[in-house]
């Protein structure tokens, strides 16, 4: 078993030193010389309520280069649903530019509706220079409050967008992007207009350094009440920590230390009560095993997953507007570590049976991969026919077909054979019986239910206001700069989950219920149900509107709760049965 383990951990070791070796690398020193060229791309407009909801940048009627030629893409770009052109906007670095001319251009009756649509949606667009993203919206919509009956609202486009760019020294540290209300251009009526579109540069020095630069970015996450909120979170998660702990160090010294102590030194046929009366059952293997141990390498394969993510982002590999960064590595790093679920499924399976472990190995590779196959290839159909960027290509799909063919199945296998070659027997304290001990009517409060609901209020209830920040930063414009916050929330969670996964454990075998597998399982993991309400409580209370961003919020959010549901079980069970083994041999030693 040893060995296994040390194979494990040197190919987590080589996999984390390669991630290293390769996020060290840079691609440009962002080094120009006055007057040259820095690169620029236009990237996507949408409503600014509806993240999910974007579309390409020329899909409005805009100047256009000719041709209209597509910046190649990383797999996590276009997952994040960037779609980079090259511009007609010329910057040359430390030049300023007046009135420059993109175009003049003639708006029909059906691109002034266009626009007038975007506008009353409030769209905006997203540019990139020197790899630094900025954002502007295309127009403004004002109500006619002085004409008598109200005249309706009127509708103007922003033909001139003045740029503001900081450098320090030779590279560039800000840019910003405003479109002149001055010369702002009324399309209210429904007739076709002549529109010049143009742009000003204006180029100043600054003192911030290049490494520092993004900064501005993560000003809003550094403000002094999220500060509060997330410290105020972290607080509450440790006293509820404390609080659990004192609870289960009572129920270990003035509980199990007198059931030990009764059950050694009573008549043999007083012993048989409470949990010690089913030490014959409480071992046997629960239905529907080769489910459950799947649920658990499936789980440890997530939570791996998560904490390697959180690494890299406290090391700073990943960074907020590191674009496509993060997909990058989620992808990547999610197919090479199914060797952890192939490994920790068939080694489980291993203990309690001797065949049948590639069914449990089977199922680990598709209980998430499924459900998160199916569910993006719905939401990918919707995105296609709004026309929208998140819509995957179909270059795209076959990458991600290939490295999970290729690479993810390969690994689940391999992990797998490992984890039952080195699978080591479960010795259970006692023999278990032929036929199983019936369960006497438990009352309501004692019942799975009722367990789900303490095992997962408790949890949330110390990551809540973390998860709005998170979910603020997900499907709206705040920006989660502060991993090492989200990195000591996450461990009081899981210490949480645990504390109360042994206690309402405790009060199962309690009353004689030795049916604790699966019920440990889904009290660990109702904390996610918590999470998926809650989603739909933020959704009810945003801005977002429309039938394509509900889909994508409720979609995704549902396979992330999900994941979550499988770590979360994980963890409880895992913890259960530590704590079952450790007091069922504490008797047989009595």
């Known amino acids: ?12 070791l080589l996999l984390l030193s390669a ?19 820095v690169p620029m791309f236009v990237n996507k407009v949408g409503p600014f309520n509806n993240p999910s909801e974007t579309y ?40 300023d530019k007046t009135d420059e001319i993109l175009c003049p251009k003639k708006l029909t009756i ?16 997203q540019f990139y220079l020197d790899d630094l993203p900025f954002w502007g919206f295309i127009g403004k919509l004002e109500e006619d409050r002085w004409t008598p009956g109200g005249g309706g609202p009127n509708y103007y486009i922003f033909p001139h967008v003045q740029f503001h760019v900081l450098y320090n020294g030779n590279q560039v540290i800000q840019v910003n992007a405003f479109g002149d209300p001055n010369r702002a251009v009324d399309i209210t009526k429904d007739q076709s207009i002549d529109v010049k579109f143009t742009y000003s540069v204006t180029w100043n020095a600054t003192k911030i350094r290049f490494e520092n630069r993004m900064d501005r970015y ?10 509060q909120v997330h410290w105020f979170s972290f607080i509450n998660s440790i006293v509820i920590i404390l609080l659990l702990t004192g609870l289960l160090a009572l129920l270990y010294m003035r509980h199990l230390r007198i059931d030990l102590k009764k059950y ?37 394969h997530l939570l791996i997953l998560i904490c390697v993510l959180l690494f890299l982002a406290l090391i700073g590999t990943l960074y907020p507007y590191n674009r496509g960064g993060l997909l990058n590595w989620l992808v990547l790093l999610y197919a090479l570590f199914s060797v952890f679920a192939g490994y920790t499924a068939a080694s489980f399976h291993g203990q309690f049976a001797e065949n049948g472990w590639e069914r449990t190995v089977g199922l680990a590779g598709v209980l998430y991969t499924g459900p998160v196959f199916v569910a993006a290839s719905i939401l990918n159909i919707v995105a296609i026919s709004y026309r929208a960027t998140v ?95 989200l990195f000591v929330t996450f461990i009081p969670t899981i210490v949480i989950i645990a504390l109360v996964s042994i206690g309402l454990t405790y009060i199962q075998l309690s009353v004689e219920d030795h049916e604790w597998w699966w019920r440990s399982v889904l009290c660990g993991g109702s904390t996610s149900i918590f999470m998926f309400v809650y989603c739909i409580y933020f959704y009810v209370r945003s801005n977002m509107s429309g039938f394509l961003q509900l889909s994508f919020f409720i979609g995704y959010n549902a396979c992330l709760c999900y994941a979550f549901f499988l770590i979360f079980g994980a963890i409880s069970f895992r913890v259960s049965f530590l704590f079952v083994r450790f007091i069922y041999h504490n008797v047989k030693r009595e």
Not at 60 to 85: H, Q, T
């Open 1 to 12: 078993m040893a060995k296994a383990h040390h194979l494990i951990l040197l190919l987590l």
């Open 110 to 125: 059906d691109q002034i509706a266009f626009f007038k649509r975007a506008i009353n949606r409030e769209f905006y667009f």
């Open 264 to 300: 050694s030194n009573a008549n043999e046929e007083d012993k048989e009560v409470g949990w010690k009366s089913i030490h014959g059952d409480v071992f046997r293997p629960p239905p529907n095993s080769s489910l459950l141990f799947a649920v658990v390498g499936t789980g440890t």
């Open 19 to 37: 991630t290293l070796q390769f996020s060290s690398s840079s691609p440009s020193d962002h080094l120009y010389n006055v007057g040259e060229l």
């Open 218 to 227: 993560s000003r809003a996450s550094l403000m002094s009440a999220h500060q």
């Open 56 to 95: 390409e940048y020329y899909d409005l009627p805009f100047c256009a280069p000719v041709p209209i030629v597509k910046k190649k893409e990383s797999l996590g770009e276009v997952l994040n649903g960037d779609r980079l052109s090259n511009a007609l906007y010329e910057f040359k670095f430390r030049e």
């Open 391 to 485: 819509g995957l290509p179909f270059g795209s799909i076959i990458v991600i077909l290939v490295l999970f063919t290729f690479l993810a199945i390969p690994l689940l296998a391999f992990g797998g054979v490992i984890g039952y070659r080195f699978r080591s027997k479960f010795q259970s304290p006692s023999a278990t019986k032929r036929h199983p001990r019936e369960i006497q009517q438990l009352a309501w409060y004692r019942r799975t239910p009722f367990l789900m609901f303490i095992g997962g209020l408790v949890p949330f209830s110390a990551i809540v206001l973390q998860l709005h920040q998170v979910y603020a930063s997900m499907w709206g414009y705040k920006i989660y700069t502060l991993p090492s916050i």
